[in-house]
Nanobody, 119 residues
Framework: QVQLVESGGGLVQAGGSLRLSCAAS????????MGWYRRAQGKQRELVAT???????QYADSVKGRFTISRDNAKNTVYLQMNSLKPEDTDVYYC?????????????WGQGTQVTVSS
């Protein structure tokens, strides 16, 4: 099991930057995949970015070139650096961690952090 706590959200003007942090309650070195998702009210949760234990990254097309995901195993923290923010990036951002549970992988979620980008 793992508890995830996001921080770093807030209000920023279009073109600005924010860095989200996701602090885990245990070592993340052995967690294969961690990620960031977002979901506006009434919509399905969508992938923003993921990172593996080998530092392989994946991004949604809408954020490529603007967002960077990274992990610091020593601090048990995953980051999402968000640059050139747009109003359409406004959303609740959730951190995730995939861990084995029995024979399957189970995705743990944080509580979310609100990002609001004003035009």
């Amino acid at each position: 099991q793992v508890q995830l706590v996001e921080s770093g959200g807030g209000l920023v003007q279009a073109g600005g930057s924010l860095r989200l942090s996701c602090a885990a309650s245990r070592s993340i070195a052995s967690i294969n995949t961690m990620g960031w998702y977002r979901r506006a009210q009434g919509k399905q949760r969508e992938l923003v970015a993921t990172i593996t234990s080998g530092d392989t990254t994946q991004y949604a097309d809408s954020v490529k070139g603007r967002f960077t995901i990274s992990r610091d195993n020593a601090k048990n923290t995953v980051y999402l650096q968000m640059n050139s923010l747009k109003p359409e990036d406004t959303d609740v951002y959730y951190c995730s961690a995939d861990l084995p549970r029995g024979r399957d992988l189970f995705r743990y979620w944080g509580q979310g952090t609100q990002v609001t980008v004003s035009s």
